[in-house]
């Protein structure tokens, strides 16, 4: 289905010049080649094609252009030719010549002269004839399985230059009518790399990737000017395979990982719940997750409980299994022991919504509380917490989240992923079950048989039933006992809020059994995949469709190994199942008041589907050969052996169905024409076109042959076995087809990104043009999906979601091509990293939408069965060999050549026995619709008859059952192994002994060994002589078979182990092809070795596959290796493949050992290390005495050794360090392998850069950094310190603030005291500052992220209209600096406010900032000991043996002269010139910790108790008395000086551990810093520069060297001019200069000259000083992970600290900074509680029953109410006005910076000690109603923020409900400021519909007194002495009491107690009763037995 237009000549053309032409049909361009320099005539004759998916209409429109060619300028059109194909449609075939038109459509005298060749779809028009254009000899005629996408084959706006492409000119000589396969086309086997061949030798071949002088010719896009910002180029594989592509790219990784369980662990921290619904509450929190529960501490009477508690949940699961566990988090109401309590609320998400956001983290979110019980309720809640799930190696970043002030906007903050919309609505979701069919039996049959002889019944062995499992509930269907193919029918309703936060349904068909039920099978719906969230999105949908499920084998056995496969975990090994089942989702309107309201899962009928709902039933054929199986395990290997191919039951001989269950009736039409969907292999005669047609699934048992020793392999030579299978599904066919089409887009993308990747890795020249080709590539294949997949037919069984799946993908893909195409203009060298990770966003995107979750035709697994055993088997997807007419469509193996690996199932998978090949097989298969399979056996390797068996003799569509191959070719294999690197540690001693394995179909060679290294040079020729290949040789060349290299660590006894393995493809020379340039000799390339999933190492060699024609091997091209070494029969690689070497030096710097551990159990006393590199090598010197002094004596040495030209060709360094004994004894101590030497190797610096940097003076202006607006908020810390800060102002909005306040009349003071005093500031208010300032920064970098993205976007939705604005938009920001930096010089006098002082915090280890301090001297660590053999066990930390120190220079010799000749040049320090001596030295290391966050709870409590404990060398501190009680975010504050000697002592190590009061204490975490290297770093780690210099005060210089000192010396090393102090603030250093204050003031403020500020400011910016320059570690504080070494990987917590470090020969440092935690204050309120009014009445009034309450006011401030006071009690108030006049006192002790009330107490009474507690400032106010026989009735509270709540209203009248439910709008005060309040506030509280509303209203006085100040005018309690409070004025009603008595008790027990007394009578009545009888009854008993 095709167009084809054969452009033949242009005539008549006028002048001399270079032409070019080009055709353009339905969007898609094709150029011609340059002609030079013609004439009157242009004879082009090249043929273009277009594959049309869709018919060609008749009035589309196809155009030439003709253009006149510049190199330089546009091309100019000459003119312009349109043609309506009408014509062409109907006949077919059409030759034109005609006149061209100009632009102004008149005709010109330039004539064209074309060909049009169309044929339609379904084949109306035309066939092709075989020779029709192209006149090469023996190619397959068009149109057979080329090239899958051959839109893409032609290289846009290239010369295209494959010969059988069609797009090409049919008069080039016909012997190069083969182009090359070699390694582009099958990418080099490197799991779909597609690496360009070698850039020399490129030119004639293809144009792969383009030289600029390429371009020059070939560059004609938009418009041909050679702008090199838009060559874009398409994949090396597009444009060379053109061939005839019969195999397809085998899949390297090995191991399924997907079953094997993994450490997680889910952390939640619950900080408080707000606006809880409900009165008077004592609130606790259950958290949940999987099965496990813990528990908060309650609070008592609150509606905004504050918590702050962590809990860590460990677990050891699959992933599968963890990210469908759910957490969920619920609020009870006065939970207690003997209780459970009643829920307020909950909210769940299963544990895969976290790890999927960003960090795997929520960070302080609101998790929004609903109430599962009832729908209408609205919510009940929210609860503010933090929930992490991390899993090995994940590391968790706590955001220091720049939004914390924002944190109380509850709507801003809510707990849900992006995207979800806040007001979640109840949905019901329907899932529907109908039927199941094709389960397996699930009972022995002994039983049955049983039966059956006794009743003489037969019944199917199952009882199934269906169980779907969503958000943590389940529902089942009922049980069909005894059924295969049970009915059900029945519908299972989950109703739970949408969108759920929970991903996936699990369905599973479960059967049924008396003692434990058993899954069959399971099958999970990922929600994602079959609803769409957009705005033109739709609800979930499914079905009704048939889902398949898979498990493990289907013969049954009692125990079933493979069990867990049928839960859903790992990958299924057989078809177990399929059932029909549908979905919808209907939202609930909560308003309706018939909704039914629970929430329980409900079981109900369903009304039953159609038959055909599914599609209509047709049937396919499928055909498998198998043309090898070599590589068979030998194990197995004495057996015969078959395999077997099934799909579905059918095909299934051993443990399919006893019998089918034949519904067909073959009478009807097709319309009834149903039946068992899962056919065996019926026998019964189908008679029909092909005779009787009886499926042949197996191939005949067959006894393998040796290989060598640890293969066989099946002597398939020239007759291959063939299968096939007919089997009946529902046609639903395009599903997959529409998968297809985007399964190769996306190949097509990750294998052009995979190009584009591999080019930047190996610095090939211009990857950003193979970019703009993959782009141009995904754009044209998303408007093809789009055409494609318009035309699908609108057939009864599409359900909803096909056509909401379609209508979203083709969006999705336009969109996306849309996208392509701008982004394509927006690739520039610059901009090439970030463009890059957005296409990678479409890779995945794609390979999303292509998942089609409704399935169709069950996988087919192939499986190799041995003695009637199930050995290995393969899975391939039914789509990937799916047969379509239209290319795109076609599954991407079918009617291929597929290599697979078979591998073991299930769990025997796992590790090393997955890693073993099973098998390797060949083999074709391909799935059609029967009536399609005329050709079917297209794509298999010409030259073979078929062998039918007897039946299907003479029939020719009767498929065969071998194929007899008649040709065969003969070649030698030259396997080049060079060297491979970065291998596995297979031994002990951390080494290996390798070598490689070479199979190539059944022959296998091996490299020799190679003894003790990772990084073998085997430098040998494998020659496999006499390789029989089957079929045409032209297939051969193109397409040859891979060759598998496996890597073995030989060991002296036993099997050699496995190390790793990988595929390559040789390179092809037919008999009659030259032996030359461009494609031999081959080169060598780098291979990635895979051990299971992970990495291996590479392989570094090259293939040739040689045919030996005619002539014999005389023919074939000597072998001429390197003569000046002989190996025996070893034969070295030959010349031309072997790299080039030249001269290098290689220097070494010797430093030191550190923490060699123990060999053997003997320490490590004499080491040396021994360096080596491509044989050559050099020895350091011995150290003599390890204890005593580790470094070397003699600092650097070298050796010289031949190298390739090629830096990606360099072989690794091994480094090795040996323990020297005693009689010349050496021992290995570790090892370590340097792979690439690139970042050592030294490149002149370039002479130009030199002048330009020396001449002239730069002036760097310091202004001081454009100050960071702050916000004058509180600032939260961090999650759970809660550490609060005040922040200045700037200048500016002071005043603002100021002009308001004088409008309110002379409030100006009150500002006035917020500025600090410099006497009031610590360090810690420079740590909070510096805080701030990171938060702020970290919000600045958001934000302008979130621009970029935004600015991105608009850029690719407006294409180029965007890009000059932008281009505006860059210039702009320059000038600005510009501005700013002529300002800067005022800026100072403007600021006469003081500032804090700032240090810098990083939220990482200073380490991760400077690049691990390795600037000059680098870590290497030392291995030993084997690598586990499954990836968990053995990670590198615990192979680690020490650690050598040291460096390494690599240059070419002889070095330039201008080096050597520098002042001061040492040549015995060579490249390593100003190094410091390594001779030992004192330090004194002082420590600061400031404190710890997120700890890992330690005690069952989940808290611990955690104390520092710091070891460096000898020294050991604990400071375990000042353990920090229950406390996960202790602050420590502290700093410790230890004295240590460098190099013995040079490992720190910073320990947390929690103190116990009995056993010993546990390490929570550890961090271990390297001194050493912050010591002698050129970044001075010393101790940090601070921002500023003063001598006095909170920041005092902590350096005992003055800036001034520390800049000369920096200098002095650094050989740079200066420093230069002139007059006038500068200085000079090198040529720039510096500019600064130079007046000081010290304590007394007398002001001195000084020059430290200036010399301060030059190392502030010291980076920008030429040569020497570097960044200097600013005065700071890191944040460190602490790690336990017993759950590696997972954080367990973090600690924030500093080190300084002083050498002890210099002046002695200062005292150390106090940084101990700022001391709460002790502060006093007063609160006096005057008047109450509008209080609810509670009571009726006994005589007149009207309406009364007793009042009371309950206050407190403390979180527990363990400081809870009352007034007395105003009786009887009618008015709800209550007069009291009361005082409360509440002593605190308060933390200004954090806004903290701290409390101690203990928690139980079996506590050892007091906890410490930080809590917000509340006051919590209550009004009640006093009753004295029964409990008080609660009416109503308000609580008080003290920083910030209302003012009070004047009058009880202004008092509303806004004042609690507004507080944004409201002024607020802070009691803090404002000392003394007054005024009345309302108390509120929930009536029955939950909503808010006034119970009353206080006047209240609040007075804030500092401890002293209360101590000079104290006050009494309520209205006690001193300072007295006058008796309330109450009216004499409330006194009824005792006036009246009798009338109360009367009321009392008439109205209230009267039932009650009445009860407690009748009681006290029966027990009389009881009590006589059992007194009198034995004397009675006594009487009637006597008969008295």
Not at 824 to 831: C, F, G, I, L, Y
Not at 1417 to 1442: P, Q, S
Not at 1619 to 1624: L, V
Not at 1774 to 1779: A, D, P, Q, V
Request: aromatic share 8%; charged share 30%.
């Amino acid at each position: 289905m095709a167009l084809q237009l054969q452009l033949r000549t242009v005539s008549g053309l006028r002048g001399r010049a270079d032409r070019i032409a080009k055709a353009a049909f339905r969007g898609l361009s094709f150029y011609t080649r340059v002609l030079e320099s013609c004439e009157d005539e242009a004879r082009f004759d090249e043929t273009f094609r277009w594959p049309v998916a869709s018919n060609v209409d008749g009035n589309e429109i196809l155009e030439i252009q003709v253009f006149n060619y510049s190199k330089v300028f546009t091309n100019r059109l000459i003119g312009t030719f349109r043609m309506v194909l009408q014509k062409v449609v109907e006949e077919g075939h059409v030759e034109v010549m005609d006149t061209l038109i100009d632009d102004n459509n008149s005709a010109i005298q330039t004539s064209i002269s074309i060909e049009i060749r169309y044929q339609a779809q379904d084949g109306t028009v035309g066939t092709w004839s075989d020779k029709e254009f192209l006149e090469t000899p023996g190619l397959r005629p068009e149109g057979d399985g080329r090239c899958p996408l051959e839109t893409d084959s032609l290289l846009p706006g290239l010369r295209q230059s494959s010969d059988v492409s069609p797009g090409k000119s049919s008069q080039q000589p016909a012997d190069r009518s083969f182009r090359r396969a070699g390694k582009g086309v099958f990418s080099a086997m490197k799991l779909g790399k597609a690496r360009p061949t070698k850039d020399d030798h490129r030119k004639q071949d293809e144009p792969a990737v383009l030289e600029a002088e390429d371009l020059d010719r070939k560059a004609m896009r938009l418009g041909g000017g050679l702008d090199p910002d838009t060559i874009s180029l398409a994949s090396v594989t597009a444009v060379t395979t053109n061939v005839s592509n019969k195999r397809s790219k085998p899949d390297i990784k090995m191991e399924p990982s997907a079953g094997r369980p993994m450490d997680y662990q889910v952390s939640v921290t619950i900080i408080e719940a707000r606006q809880l619904v409900g009165l008077n509450m004592d609130p606790v929190v259950c958290v949940e997750v999987g099965e496990e529960k813990k528990y908060t501490s309650m609070k008592e009477s609150t509606n905004c409980p504050y918590y702050n508690e962590y809990f860590v949940f460990d677990f050891h699961v699959p992933p599968d299994v963890m990210f469908d566990k759910i957490i969920k988090l619920s609020v009870i109401h006065s939970k207690n022991l003997l209780r459970s309590g009643t829920l307020v609320g909950s909210f769940k998400m299963d544990v895969g919504t976290v790890y999927t956001q960003p960090e795997h983290q929520f960070y302080h979110k609101w998790a929004i509380l609903s109430d599962p019980e009832d729908l209408t309720a609205g919510l009940k809640g929210y609860l503010k917490c933090d929930i992490a799930v991390v899993g090995k190696g994940d590391n968790i970043k706590t955001p220091h989240k720049a939004n914390e002030t924002d944190e109380d906007d509850i709507e801003g903050n809510l707990l849900l992923p992006d995207g979800v919309p806040p007001e979640r609505q109840w949905a019901r979701f329907y899932i529907k079950i109908y039927r199941a069919e094709g389960l397996p039996r699930m009972n022995t049959s002994i039983m049955a048989n049983v039966k059956k002889a006794l009743i003489g019944e037969n019944k199917d062995l199952v009882d199934p039933y269906v169980q779907v499992v969503f958000a943590g509930q389940k529902g089942k269907t009922s049980v069909q006992k005894s059924s295969y193919e049970p009915l059900w029918n029945e519908q299972i309703i989950f109703t739970e809020m949408f969108p759920p936060l929970c991903k996936r349904i699990k369905v599973q068909i479960r059967d049924s059994d008396k003692v434990n039920d058993v899954a069959i099978g399971t099958h999970f719906i990922d929600l994602r995949k079959i609803s769409n969230e957009g705005d033109k999105g739709y609800l979930p949908t499914f079905g009704p469709a048939w889902v398949n499920m898979y498990g493990s084998t289907r013969n049954y056995t009692l125990m079933d190994e493979h069990q867990e496969l049928n839960e859903g975990l790992g990958e299924g090994v057989s078809f177990r199942a399929r059932l029909l089942m549908s979905l919808a989702v209907e939202i609930l309107d909560t308003s309706n008041p018939e909704i039914n309201s629970s929430t329980e899962v409900q079981v109900e009928q369903a009304t039953s589907v159609a038959d055909n709902c599914t599609g209509k039933m047709e049937e396919f054929f499928l055909f498998g050969a198998f043309l090898e199986a070599t590589m068979i395990d030998r194990k197995i290997g004495d057996k015969p052996i078959n395999f077997e191919v099934t799909i579905g039951n059918y095909g299934n001989q051993i443990d399919g169905m006893a019998k089918p269950v034949l519904r067909r009736k073959k009478e009807g039409g097709d319309g009834d024409e149903e039946e068992s969907e899962l056919l065996q292999n019926s026998s019964e005669d189908e008679g029909g076109e092909d005779g009787e047609m009886v499926s042949v699934s197996s191939s005949q048992p067959m006894k393998p042959l040796v290989t060598d020793r640890n293969y066989f392999h099946l002597p398939y030579f020239e007759k291959k076995p063939c299968i096939y299978i007919k089997s009946w599904w529902q046609d639903q066919r395009r599903r997959l087809y529409n998968a297809n089409i985007m399964d190769k887009i996306a190949d097509k993308l990750e294998e052009g990104l995979n190009d584009v990747q591999e080019m930047i890795k190996t610095e090939k020249p211009h990857p950003e043009r193979r970019l703009r080709g993959v782009l141009e590539e995904l754009s044209s294949g998303c408007l093809r999906f789009v055409t494609l997949a318009d035309k699908d037919q609108h057939h009864a069984s599409r359900t909803r979601l096909d056509r909401e799946r379609l209508k979203s993908c083709m969006r999705e893909l336009e969109n996306m091509g849309q996208q392509a195409t701008t982004l394509r203009s927006q690739v520039k060298k610059n901009t090439m990293k970030d463009k890059l990770k957005l296409v990678q966003n479409f890779l995945q995107k794609l390979r999303f939408l292509a998942d089609e979750p409704q399935h169709t035709i069950p996988d087919i697994f192939i499986w190799m069965i041995s003695n009637n055993k199930r050995i290995a088997y393969a899975r391939v997807p039914s789509k990937d060999i799916l047969y379509s007419i239209v290319d795109e469509e076609m599954g991407k193996d079918c009617a291929k050549v597929k290599t697979v690996f078979l591998k073991l199932p299930g769990k025997r998978g796992f590790g090393p026995a997955g890693w073993t090949v099973q098998a390797k097989m060949e083999i074709y298969l391909w799935l059609g619709l029967n009536k399609q399979r005329k050709d079917f056996l297209s794509g298999l390797p010409c030259g073979f008859e078929e062998k039918k068996i007897a039946r299907g003799q003479n029939l020719p569509s009767f498929p065969p059952i071998s194929l007899l191959y008649t040709k065969k070719q003969v070649f030698q294999l030259r396997a080049h192994m060079y060297q491979a690197r970065s291998l596995f540690a297979a031994d002990s001693s951390g080494l290996s002994d390798p070598f490689a394995r070479v199979f190539f179909t059944s022959q296998s060679q091996c490299t020799e060994v190679l003894n003790e290294t990772l990084c073998p040079t085997w430098d040998q020729l494998l020659v496999f002589d006499n390789v029989e290949l089957y079929g045409e040789a032209h297939e051969m060349r193109d397409d040859p078979p891979i060759i598998v290299i496996e890597i073995y660590d030989q060991d002296t006894v036993g099997k050699a182990d496995f190390m790793g393995r990988t595929f390559a493809k040789p390179v092809v020379k037919m008999s009659d092809e030259q032996y030359c340039p461009p494609r031999f000799p081959p080169q060598l390339e780098y291979y990635q070795i895979y051990r299971g999933n992970s990495t291996a190492g590479d392989l570094l060699a090259a293939f040739e596959l040689l045919q030996i024609g005619p002539g014999g091997k005389s023919d074939l091209p000597p072998i001429d290796g390197p003569t000046d070494m002989d190996r025996g029969p070893i034969l070295p690689v030959p010349l031309g493949i072997r790299p080039v070497l030249s001269k290098y030096r290689v220097e070494i710097l010797f430093w030191g050992l550190r923490d060699l551990k123990r060999v053997n159990l003997a320490q490590v006393d004499r080491p040396r290390v021994d360096i080596e590199c491509a044989g050559k090598g050099v020895q350091s010197a011995l150290i003599q005495n390890y204890k005593k002094n580790p470094n070397f004596s003699t600092l650097v040495k070298w050796f010289e050794v031949d190298l390739p030209e090629n830096e990606l060709l360099h072989p690794p360094l091994n480094i090795r360090v040996v323990d020297c004994r005693a009689f010349g004894r050496y021992t290995l101590v570790g090892s370590h392998a340097v792979s690439s030497l690139r970042k050592f190797i030294y490149r002149p610096p370039d002479k130009k850069a030199q002048h330009w940097n020396m001449t002239g003076e730069i002036v760097v202006n310091m202004e001081p950094e454009v100050p960071i607006k702050k916000m004058e908020t509180m600032v939260k810390l961090e999650a759970n310190s809660d550490a609060v800060v005040k922040v200045d102002v700037s200048e500016e909005e002071k005043e603002k603030k100021k002009k308001k306040k004088k409008g309110g009349g002379g409030g100006g003071e009150e500002v006035e005291e917020e500025e600090p005093d410099e006497s009031m500031l610590d360090w810690w208010s420079k740590y909070f500052a510096s805080i701030e300032t990171m938060k702020e920064q970290l919000r600045q970098q958001e934000a302008a992220a979130a621009e970029a993205e935004e600015k991105e976007e608009m850029e690719i939705a407006e294409g180029f209209k965007g890009q000059a604005k932008n281009k505006e938009k860059s210039k702009a920001p320059k000038d600005d600096k510009k501005k700013k930096q002529q300002s800067a010089p005022e800026l100072p006098e403007k600021k006469n406010k003081q500032k804090i002082d700032e240090l810098k915090v990083f939220n990482k280890e200073l380490e991760a900032e400077f690049d691990n301090f390795e600037d000059w001297l680098h870590t290497f660590n030392l291995l030993r000991g084997k690598i586990g053999d499954n990836d968990d066990n053995a990670t590198e930390e615990e192979r680690i043996v020490g650690r050598f120190k040291g460096s390494m220079c690599v240059y070419k010799v002889p070095l330039p002269d201008d080096i050597t000749k520098e002042a001061g040049y040492d040549p015995n320090f060579g490249m390593f010139q100003g190094i410091p001596s390594n001779d030992p030295i004192n330090v004194l290391v002082r420590v600061y910790i400031v404190r710890a966050t997120d700890l890992h709870p330690a005690d069952i409590n989940g808290k611990a108790d955690p104390y520092i404990a710091i070891k460096l060398g000898k020294t050991d501190i604990k400071d375990k008395e000042n353990y920090i009680s229950k406390q996960l975010n202790p602050v420590f504050g502290k700093s410790f000086d230890i004295e240590a000697t460098f190099p013995m002592e040079s490992m720190l190590t910073v320990a947390v551990y929690d103190w116990d009061l009995v056993g010993t204490d546990d390490l929570i975490g550890e961090t271990k810093i390297d001194l050493e290297n912050r010591y002698y770093s050129k970044h001075r780690a010393t101790c940090g520069v601070s921002q500023t210099y003063s001598i006095h005060g909170y920041n005092v210089w902590r350096d005992p060297m003055k800036p001034s000192q520390i800049l000369s010396k920096l200098c002095k090393e650094g050989k740079v001019d200066g420093p230069h102090f002139g007059p006038g603030g500068r200085v000079k250093v090198a040529n720039r200069v510096f500019t600064g204050p130079t007046e000081i003031e010290d304590e007394n403020g007398q002001k001195k000259q000084t020059d430290e500020h200036l010399a301060l400011s030059v190392l502030r910016h010291w980076e920008d000083i030429p040569r020497a320059g570097c960044k200097l570690v600013p005065e700071h504080v890191e944040t460190r992970p602490l790690l336990n070494p017993d759950k590696p990987g997972i954080e367990q917590g973090r600690l924030e600290m500093w080190v300084d470090m002083f050498p002890m020969d210099m002046p002695a440092p200062g005292p150390a900074t106090d940084i101990s935690p700022r001391k709460p204050k002790k502060y006093e309120l007063r609160v006096i509680v005057w008047n109450t009014d509008e209080v609810i009445l509670e009571d009726d009034d006994y005589f007149t029953g009207e309406k009364s309450s007793d009042i009371f006011v309950r206050g407190w401030l403390k979180g527990q109410q363990e400081d809870k006071q009352d007034t007395d009690v105003h009786y009887h108030s009618l008015t709800g006005e209550g007069n009291f006049n009361w005082r409360y006192i509440f002593p605190f002790d308060y933390l200004m910076a954090e806004e903290k009330i701290v409390i101690s107490k203990k928690e139980s009474m079996f506590s050892w000690d007091e906890t410490e507690y930080k809590i917000p400032a509340r006051l919590t106010l209550q009004v009640w109603d006093a009753d004295h026989f029964s409990a008080d009735d609660f009416l109503g509270a308000i609580e008080l923020d003290l920083n910030r709540f209302p003012r009070g209203a004047k009058t009880s009248k202004q008092c509303s409900l806004e004042m609690v439910t507004n507080e944004a709008e409201l002024p607020m005060v802070s009691i803090f400021k404002q000392k003394r309040v007054k005024g009345w506030w309302p108390f509120v509280a929930r009536d029955e519909n939950d909503e808010l509303e006034v119970t009353g209203k206080v006047e209240a006085e609040l007075h804030l007194l500092t401890a002293e100040e209360a101590e000079k005018s104290p006050a009494g309690l309520a209205r006690n002495e001193p300072d007295p409070l006058e008796k309330p004025n109450r009216p004499d009603t409330s006194f009824i009491w005792f006036l009246n008595p009798l009338k109360s008790i009367k009321y009392l027990i008439c109205t209230r107690y009267k039932w009650l007394i009445i009860k407690i009578v009748l009681a006290l009545l029966l027990l009389i009763m009881v009590a006589l009888f059992l007194y009198s009854m034995p004397g009675y008993m006594v009487k009637k037995l006597l008969g008295a």
